[in-house]
Each structure stands twice: as C-alpha cells, then as structure tokens.
C-alpha cells in the first residue's frame, strides 16, 4: 500500500538521495581457465569497473554496450542478484544485496530471453502465482491484471498455455507478470528481442504508458537503438565495465557520429562505388561484386539508392541500421574521452 | 491456502515464508503434471517398478540362502522399508535439488533470486514429481510386510521409535540433497557425487550393516550419519545388537542427529549461495 | 564410411568435455560398486558356488556391471532424449531430409559416446574394486580382446533398443513411457542387478534370451572365460542376432514414421 503513496506522489525532483544511486560500484570476478588438461590460469575479470549514476524516479533509462561489456551484471547488483566487490549502492533506499526479499516487492525483473511463466500451464495461471507469492491485495492484483491485460492485449491469451504462445506473446505476458506487484522500477532486460515488428511496437507503446501514467522507473539494456529512440530520453553506454556515455540519446548520436550502411550487390565486379557530390557517402568494403557504403544514419537512403540503380548495375540491395557496437566503436575510434560525458 | 491479509512489507518468519512458498510452487507443478495424466500415471508406476525390482533382487537371493549377513529375509525387508520409506519422502519432497547445478548453468537461478521468497523454497519445490510417491507406496509396502513377518517383542518405546525414525530418516536425506545442491553451487556438473550418498545411501542402508566392511559402517554412523536414517534404531526394534558395539541409548538419537544434520545442511545452503552471489557462476 | 568415423569421432569427443560430470560418475559408479560387492560378498560366503560364479568372479561381475553401466547404456538416457526432443519438435523433419542415415548417423555418434564411456566411466571403478577385492581377472590378452568384442556388441543392441524407444515418439509425442519401460527391462534383464544365471527356472531362462542380456550378462561371462572355443561364436552369433533383427525392425519403424513426416508435411 505505501507503494501506491509514494509512486503518485514522486516526481522529478531530483533533490535528496536518487531513487537508484550507484557510486564507484565495482564487480570483480575470479575467472579460471583451462590452459592443457589439468592446469588452470587464474585472473581477476573488473566485469563492472567503478560505475557511478544517479537514476530519479520516473526516469526511463536505456543502458546499452557490447556483449560482455558489464551490463547484465550491473542489473544483477541493482536487483540484488550479485553481491559487489565494492562502491555502494542504493535502490529505493535499500542496499539490494543486503534485503534482497524486501527490495523484491518493490521492483520488477523481466529477462528477455528467459521466461517465468509456466511452460504447460495457461498464462492466467502464472500470474495467479505472481498475486499469492507477492501477496498483493486481491482488488490491487484485479486492477493490475485488467489493466495489463488490456494494454498488452493479452485478453485472448489469459486461457492458453503458455508453450503456445509466439514470442513476442510470450514476452507481453512476461512484461505483464513482472507488473502486477505495482514495483517501483522495472528492469528489462532485452525486451525486444527476437520480436515482430508489431510485438516491438505494442511493446514500446506499453512502456512509455507505464511510465507516463505510474510514474513506474525504467532501466531497461538492448541491442536495438530504435528502442531507446522511442523510449529512453537518457541512455548510458557502458563498455569494459565502465560508464562511456551517459546523456541524452541525441547527444550519443553526435559523439559516435552513428552510420547506416548499404549493402549492394553489383551484376559483376567492379572497382569500390564512387559518386560524386555525396561526399558523406564512402565505400567501406569490397568483396567481389558486393559493396559496403556507409551514409549518415540521419540521412535518407532513397536518393542514395536512386543514383546507383541510375550508375551501376544493380542486382540487390539492403541497408543495415547502425547498431550499439557500430556506435560504440566509432566512440573509441574519435578517441573521445574515457571520462563520462554528462 | 488461506490468503493471509496484509501488506507487503510485514517482515514474517523465514520458514514460514519458505514453507508457504514451496506449497505455492508445488501447487503449479501440480497442475502442470496434470496436463499431461497419461504420462504422469506411467512414470508413477515406472517409479514403483523400478524401486520395486530392488527388492525382487533381494528376494531372489533369499531363494538361494536362509539368511544374509545373519538377517532374514522379513528383518531386512524392515530395514529396506524404514530406508526406502524415509528416502522416498525425501526425494518427493527435495529430490529435484539436483537440477540446481543445471539453473545455475543456465542462468535461470537468476529469476528465482529477485522473488520475494527464499530460493531454498523455490529450487526444492522446482519440477516437483507427484510420480515419486511410488518409491514411498513401494517403501511402505515392503516395511508393512516386515512388520509383519518379523516376530518383534512390542513395547510402548519400540511403537515410539517407529515412526520418529521415518522422520528423522527422511530429515536426514533431505538434508543430504540440500548439502548436495549446496555443492552445486561450487561444482556445477557433480550433480552425480550427490546420488552416491542419496541413492547409493539408500541401496547401503536396505542391508543389514553386518554385511559392510567396518570402516563403511564407522563412516555411515559418524561422518555422514546414515545408519540413524534406519539402522540403529531399526535394530533396536529388532532387538539385535547395534553395529560398532554402539549402546542402546544410540537408538534414540535419530531426532537429534537430523535436527544437526538440517542446520548444517542450511548452512552449507547459506555459504553456497553466497558464494553463487559473489561469483554468478 | 569417412562421415561417420568423424561422427562417432565427434561422439567421443563431446562427452569427453564434460571432466567434471565424468569425474562424479566415476565417483557414483565407483560408491555403488562398493555396496554391491559387499552384498555380493555376503551372498556368496553362504553359497560359494552360486550361479557358476566363485566368489571372485562373482566381484568381478559385479564391478564389470558398474563398468559397463554407461557404456550400454543399461539405464537409458543417452542419444534417444535428444532424438525424442527431435521428434516432438518436428526438427526431425530436416534430419531425414539429409544425405546421411538416419539410423546410421545416431549409431556412429553412438559408438562414439560408449568408447569414451568405456574408457572414462569403465576403467576408474574398474581399478579400484580390483584394489579393494580379489577380482577374476584374466591372465592373457584373448580374454579381454574378445570382452571388448562382446562389449561392442552389447553397445550395438542398446543402440538398437534405444532407437526404437526414441522413435515410438512418432506415435506417442512423448518418449517417456516407452523410456521408462525399457529403463525397467534393462535395470533387471541386463545382469545389472543379479546375474542372470541366479534367476530362477523359466525366469532365469528366458531372462538369458532377451537382447538385455547382451549388455552385461554375455560380455562378463566373456571376460570370466565363461564361453571359449565354439562356445564363444555362439555367443557372438547371439548377440549379432539381436543387433541384426533390432536394428531392422529399427529400419522398418523409421520408413514407417518417415511416410508419416511426409503425408504430415512435416
């Protein structure tokens, strides 16, 4: 109940303790590994590296980096999953690792990739589960549930089991069971990946409502650069387990200099594509009759594509949307600094 | 299970909060199992034969001898059932904690660590098997039948002991499985050094301890105390001598013996877990 | 040919990954050995003769079982839950589309897994219930050579058992009943649990002529030097028989459920 209170009446204040606050957070790992048949190499992996932030309720932030870069494990100190090796860390004034249990009412965790719904059973079921293992008051869990099941369109499904749902279903439902406890923040963790075009979309759309009318704080990591467009006005790049970026996605977008590329597929082999005039334009990559061009990813691709049909000859094309590594990588290769950019 | 009112926040009992969580999940594997009856009642029966051709073993070498290591064939169907019984209630109600090495593997332990609840709870209760009550169907069975074909000397203790020694017995092997998924924690893939205690444990106890070699014997009674699982007090009721010279007095440790062994258990739970938070591997 | 010596080659190697399973199997297989022995021991010191076995044949008997446990498979699960999972996920489809055998391909993976079995889980308990009992074993190389013949063998029939329990999920959408029941009939008609030659009257005679027996029952009394000479071929022929006749009926099932893919569309 004093959830429902202090989730309507937090705004952006920003004064006082953030609503998550890390500082100097580290997570240092001992990683053995097998060098011949027995012997084993011992080193110390810094998976998070000092990582420092201040989250305010209400916020919606994207975290993004490369595989192994730290992400997933800063999730997993934020819920209390992992112990860190040291800096501090506060969710909702609690210390996660301390009252992991107490600090479970009050946040929501979906895993993109692993559901926890019930497999053989119909999805009404597991959220059945979710009301008695959170003890959330019956009118609250009803509430919650009509409002889920509306806003993910789930209506249809609440009687199918769950091995029967698609993907993106399967997601909805997961997002949903993650939502009926009323917690504070919502981790998500991949949320659209491997989803249609429609799932992602009703997806998206769901999120922005939860943060607008509940004021519901999201942290969410993702592979996928549209997601953040559409929903983060913060996003925070981490990589080898330290924080590279932390600001306005905007802001990422000038610092990575972001590229789409163009993959072309010529009737033959031709020397790398040059056009004149579209000096942003440049040949990346030749191999055999198939070309890379890269192309400012704020730019259209239509008259690009118009002056190579006219030119060249043109068997097949596509283009590539820019993803996190691309960014990221143009980071390093501009040689910004290492400090985070606020 | 009543809804208890309340809020969220009120702070309960550990083992409350546990106990009503594992009936919780149970109650979803329950239905689970339902959706698929046929199978359920077929792995139900395998469960059944498959204990049960354990003992068809023993009876076919008692058609060849009168007695093994000094016991009749009714007086180790009472250890054999007094162990199977209390092994089978273990095993229904924490045998799946040898599936923890695979969640930490793939990483879906994660998903029970940010539920309100103790993960004890929700890893013991994961993938309950309904089918396990053949191996307890089975225990009883085989003990009901020593039972009565044993000519014991009744007393108002030995009526006590019985079933205390059911009890402690299947404490004992729960606690087992709850060490053994502890060192899951640390050895991902040993989910089998596990079985050797429990199954292999349980195959020790169905004969009489003057068969084994006097050092197995010790090491049953004081490193891993499986001989308080049946043994000892099953003796006593059987009027026979105890194993190692041990007093008679022994005979009614085993409540005692499986209180230490849970609190151990929960404390290698305890460590193992922390060290799974530590490393998240 | 080539393809499935890299097939069973692959076999070998994917079990041999995994150290740490196959140090606690070890561990496992080397505790029971233990108990088992003891009982035995017992057994045999009231009825020294029992079964044709004196009493360190009959330890060795009981320490080949905890040897060959893995590698035949006596208990069940080993390729058949990947091909069941195949088989109800329809992914099965794509196989029998393949240029390979189906039949042929999952044996040689087969045979792959028992020779890493053989020497991974075999060996270990082997050397420690020779350590800890007076064991039987033999003084020149034949004896073992013909034991690893019969063992191979023995390993062909549990394919054979095993494929046909995998593809019985074409009609029942879940292997686990047919699983079970030839885990059941391996457990008790394999030697694993008592020797055979101790089952009494017709039990005991029909137990020895049931395909079970060519896992465990045959290849011990191959390694005690139960059957030499002529004796041996029949054995052989024995065992050869079953692995001819299972895995044909293996065939016919498998074209059967093959024309099921296909009218299914897979």
């Given at each position: 109940?004093?959830?429902?209170?202090?989730?309507?009446?937090?705004?952006?204040?920003?004064?006082?303790?953030?609503?998550?606050?890390?500082?100097?957070?580290?997570?240092?790992?001992?990683?053995?590994?097998?060098?011949?048949?027995?012997?084993?190499?011992?080193?110390?992996?810094?998976?998070?590296?000092?990582?420092?932030?201040?989250?305010?309720?209400?916020?919606?932030?994207?975290?993004?980096?490369?595989?192994?870069?730290?992400?997933?494990?800063?999730?997993?100190?934020?819920?209390?999953?992992?112990?860190?090796?040291?800096?501090?860390?506060?969710?909702?004034?609690?210390?996660?690792?301390?009252?992991?249990?107490?600090?479970?009412?009050?946040?929501?965790?979906?895993?993109?990739?692993?559901?926890?719904?019930?497999?053989?059973?119909?999805?009404?079921?597991?959220?059945?589960?979710?009301?008695?293992?959170?003890?959330?008051?019956?009118?609250?869990?009803?509430?919650?549930?009509?409002?889920?099941?509306?806003?993910?369109?789930?209506?249809?499904?609440?009687?199918?089991?769950?091995?029967?749902?698609?993907?993106?279903?399967?997601?909805?439902?997961?997002?949903?069971?993650?939502?009926?406890?009323?917690?504070?923040?919502?981790?998500?963790?991949?949320?659209?990946?491997?989803?249609?075009?429609?799932?992602?979309?009703?997806?998206?759309?769901?999120?922005?409502?939860?943060?607008?009318?509940?004021?519901?704080?999201?942290?969410?990591?993702?592979?996928?650069?549209?997601?953040?467009?559409?929903?983060?006005?913060?996003?925070?790049?981490?990589?080898?387990?330290?924080?590279?970026?932390?600001?306005?996605?905007?802001?990422?977008?000038?610092?990575?200099?972001?590229?789409?590329?163009?993959?072309?597929?010529?009737?033959?082999?031709?020397?790398?594509?040059?056009?004149?005039?579209?000096?942003?334009?440049?040949?990346?990559?030749?191999?055999?009759?198939?070309?890379?061009?890269?192309?400012?990813?704020?730019?259209?691709?239509?008259?690009?594509?118009?002056?190579?049909?006219?030119?060249?000859?043109?068997?097949?094309?596509?283009?590539?949307?820019?993803?996190?590594?691309?960014?990221?990588?143009?980071?390093?290769?501009?040689?910004?600094?290492?400090?985070?950019?606020? | 299970?009543?809804?208890?009112?309340?809020?969220?926040?009120?702070?309960?009992?550990?083992?409350?909060?546990?106990?009503?969580?594992?009936?919780?999940?149970?109650?979803?594997?329950?239905?689970?199992?339902?959706?698929?009856?046929?199978?359920?009642?077929?792995?139900?029966?395998?469960?059944?034969?498959?204990?049960?051709?354990?003992?068809?073993?023993?009876?076919?070498?008692?058609?060849?001898?009168?007695?093994?290591?000094?016991?009749?064939?009714?007086?180790?169907?009472?250890?054999?059932?007094?162990?199977?019984?209390?092994?089978?209630?273990?095993?229904?109600?924490?045998?799946?904690?040898?599936?923890?090495?695979?969640?930490?593997?793939?990483?879906?332990?994660?998903?029970?660590?940010?539920?309100?609840?103790?993960?004890?709870?929700?890893?013991?209760?994961?993938?309950?098997?309904?089918?396990?009550?053949?191996?307890?169907?089975?225990?009883?069975l085989v003990l009901g039948y020593g039972l009565v074909a044993v000519d014991i000397d009744w007393t108002v203790v030995k009526v006590v002991v019985l079933p205390l020694m059911l009890l402690s017995g299947s404490v004992i092997f729960g606690s087992v499985f709850v060490a053994g998924g502890a060192f899951q924690f640390v050895a991902q893939d040993a989910s089998q050094v596990q079985n050797s205690?429990?199954?292999?444990?349980?195959?020790?106890?169905?004969?009489?301890?003057?068969?084994?070699?006097?050092?197995?014997?010790?090491?049953?009674?004081?490193?891993?105390?499986?001989?308080?699982?049946?043994?000892?007090?099953?003796?006593?009721?059987?009027?026979?001598?105890?194993?190692?010279?041990?007093?008679?007095?022994?005979?009614?440790?085993?409540?005692?013996?499986?209180?230490?062994?849970?609190?151990?258990?929960?404390?290698?739970?305890?460590?193992?877990?922390?060290?799974?938070?530590?490393?998240?591997? | 040919?080539?393809?499935?010596?890299?097939?069973?080659?692959?076999?070998?190697?994917?079990?041999?990954?995994?150290?740490?399973?196959?140090?606690?199997?070890?561990?496992?297989?080397?505790?029971?050995?233990?108990?088992?022995?003891?009982?035995?021991?017992?057994?045999?010191?009231?009825?020294?003769?029992?079964?044709?076995?004196?009493?360190?044949?009959?330890?060795?008997?009981?320490?080949?079982?905890?040897?060959?446990?893995?590698?035949?498979?006596?208990?069940?699960?080993?390729?058949?839950?990947?091909?069941?999972?195949?088989?109800?996920?329809?992914?099965?489809?794509?196989?029998?589309?393949?240029?390979?055998?189906?039949?042929?391909?999952?044996?040689?993976?087969?045979?792959?897994?028992?020779?890493?079995?053989?020497?991974?889980?075999?060996?270990?308990?082997?050397?420690?219930?020779?350590?800890?009992?007076?064991?039987?074993?033999?003084?020149?190389?034949?004896?073992?050579?013909?034991?690893?013949?019969?063992?191979?063998?023995?390993?062909?029939?549990?394919?054979?058992?095993?494929?046909?329990?995998?593809?019985?999920?074409?009609?029942?959408?879940?292997?686990?009943?047919?699983?079970?029941?030839?885990?059941?009939?391996?457990?008790?008609?394999?030697?694993?649990?008592?020797?055979?030659?101790?089952?009494?009257?017709?039990?005991?005679?029909?137990?020895?002529?049931?395909?079970?027996?060519?896992?465990?029952?045959?290849?011990?009394?191959?390694?005690?030097?139960?059957?030499?000479?002529?004796?041996?071929?029949?054995?052989?022929?024995?065992?050869?028989?079953?692995?001819?006749?299972?895995?044909?009926?293996?065939?016919?099932?498998?074209?059967?459920?093959?024309r099921r893919v296909v009218v299914q569309g897979g």
């Amino acid at each position: 109940m004093s959830t429902d209170t202090e989730a309507s009446t937090a705004g952006h204040t920003g004064a006082g303790p953030a609503f998550i606050e890390l500082d100097r957070l580290e997570k240092v790992f001992d990683v053995r590994r097998r060098k011949g048949f027995l012997r084993g190499e011992r080193r110390q992996v810094r998976a998070v590296d000092g990582i420092s932030f201040r989250v305010e309720r209400g916020e919606m932030v994207g975290y993004i980096g490369p595989n192994g870069a730290g992400k997933s494990t800063t999730i997993k100190m934020l819920t209390g999953i992992l112990t860190p090796s040291g800096g501090s860390l506060r969710v909702a004034g609690i210390d996660p690792s301390r009252e992991r249990t107490r600090l479970a009412h009050r946040i929501g965790v979906v895993f993109g990739q692993r559901t926890t719904l019930w497999w053989d059973l119909p999805l009404r079921d597991s959220y059945r589960l979710m009301h008695r293992m959170y003890r959330v008051p019956d009118a609250r869990f009803r509430a919650n549930l009509d409002r889920c099941v509306e806003l993910l369109d789930l209506g249809e499904l609440l009687d199918v089991p769950v091995r029967q749902l698609s993907l993106g279903q399967r997601m909805r439902g997961d997002i949903a069971a993650a939502l009926l406890h009323d917690p504070e923040v919502l981790y998500l963790d991949e949320p659209t990946i491997g989803l249609d075009v429609v799932s992602k979309a009703k997806v998206r759309q769901f999120l922005r409502d939860l943060n607008a009318e509940r004021g519901t704080t999201v942290l969410l990591t993702t592979h996928d650069l549209t997601d953040i467009e559409q929903l983060c006005s913060r996003v925070m790049v981490i990589d080898h387990g330290r924080l590279m970026y932390d600001g306005a996605l905007a802001g990422l977008h000038e610092v990575g200099e972001s590229e789409r590329t163009l993959v072309v597929d010529l009737e033959r082999e031709l020397p790398p594509i040059r056009l004149e005039s579209e000096t942003s334009v440049r040949t990346v990559k030749v191999e055999g009759p198939r070309q890379w061009l890269a192309f400012p990813a704020s730019a259209s691709a239509a008259p690009l594509v118009a002056r190579i049909a006219a030119e060249y000859p043109l068997a097949d094309l596509s283009v590539r949307e820019p993803d996190i590594e691309a960014v990221i990588a143009k980071m390093y290769a501009r040689e910004r600094p290492g400090e985070p950019v606020t | 299970m009543a809804e208890a009112p309340g809020t969220v926040f009120v702070p309960r009992s550990r083992l409350v909060e546990g106990v009503r969580a594992y009936g919780l999940i149970v109650a979803m594997w329950l239905r689970s199992t339902m959706a698929y009856r046929a199978s359920f009642l077929m792995t139900a029966v395998g469960n059944f034969a498959a204990t049960a051709f354990d003992f068809v073993a023993i009876m076919l070498m008692f058609a060849h001898v009168d007695a093994l290591g000094g016991y009749t064939l009714p007086e180790i169907a009472l250890l054999y059932g007094a162990s199977g019984t209390a092994f089978g209630l273990a095993d229904l109600l924490m045998g799946s904690m040898d599936r923890l090495g695979r969640r930490v593997r793939d990483g879906t332990l994660d998903t029970l660590l940010v539920r309100p609840v103790p993960v004890l709870a929700q890893v013991a209760a994961d993938r309950f098997a309904l089918r396990r009550l053949g191996r307890i169907t089975q225990g009883l069975l085989v003990l009901g039948y020593g039972l009565v074909a044993v000519d014991i000397d009744w007393t108002v203790v030995k009526v006590v002991v019985l079933p205390l020694m059911l009890l402690s017995g299947s404490v004992i092997f729960g606690s087992v499985f709850v060490a053994g998924g502890a060192f899951q924690f640390v050895a991902q893939d040993a989910s089998q050094v596990q079985n050797s205690f429990t199954y292999g444990g349980n195959t020790l106890l169905q004969y009489p301890p003057t068969i084994f070699a006097k050092d197995l014997v010790r090491g049953v009674t004081f490193v891993v105390p499986l001989a308080f699982v049946n043994w000892l007090p099953a003796l006593y009721v059987l009027g026979r001598q105890l194993p190692l010279g041990l007093p008679e007095w022994v005979a009614f440790l085993p409540p005692v013996v499986a209180a230490v062994c849970a609190a151990a258990a929960g404390l290698a739970w305890r460590t193992g877990l922390r060290a799974y938070r530590s490393t998240g591997s | 040919m080539r393809l499935y010596a890299v097939v069973a080659a692959g076999g070998f190697r994917r079990y041999a990954t995994y150290r740490i399973e196959t140090a606690a199997g070890v561990f496992t297989n080397t505790v029971f050995g233990f108990i088992l022995a003891y009982t035995f021991v017992a057994l045999w010191e009231e009825r020294p003769r029992l079964g044709g076995y004196d009493m360190p044949e009959a330890l060795t008997f009981v320490w080949l079982g905890q040897a060959l446990l893995m590698t035949c498979v006596m208990m069940g699960g080993g390729f058949e839950d990947e091909l069941i999972e195949r088989i109800r996920t329809g992914d099965i489809a794509v196989d029998l589309y393949r240029p390979v055998d189906l039949q042929m391909w999952w044996l040689a993976q087969d045979l792959g897994r028992a020779a890493f079995h053989l020497l991974g889980r075999g060996i270990v308990p082997m050397v420690c219930g020779a350590f800890a009992f007076d064991l039987a074993l033999p003084g020149s190389p034949w004896p073992w050579l013909a034991f690893l013949v019969s063992v191979a063998l023995g390993v062909v029939v549990s394919f054979a058992i095993r494929y046909l329990v995998a593809l019985s999920a074409f009609w029942l959408m879940d292997g686990a009943g047919a699983a079970q029941i030839s885990f059941l009939a391996g457990l008790f008609f394999s030697g694993m649990l008592l020797p055979l030659t101790l089952f009494p009257g017709l039990l005991g005679e029909v137990a020895r002529l049931l395909p079970w027996s060519t896992m465990l029952q045959v290849p011990a009394d191959v390694f005690l030097g139960k059957h030499t000479g002529w004796g041996l071929v029949r054995v052989y022929v024995f065992q050869v028989s079953w692995a001819a006749v299972l895995l044909l009926v293996g065939r016919m099932v498998q074209g059967v459920a093959t024309r099921r893919v296909v009218v299914q569309g897979g």
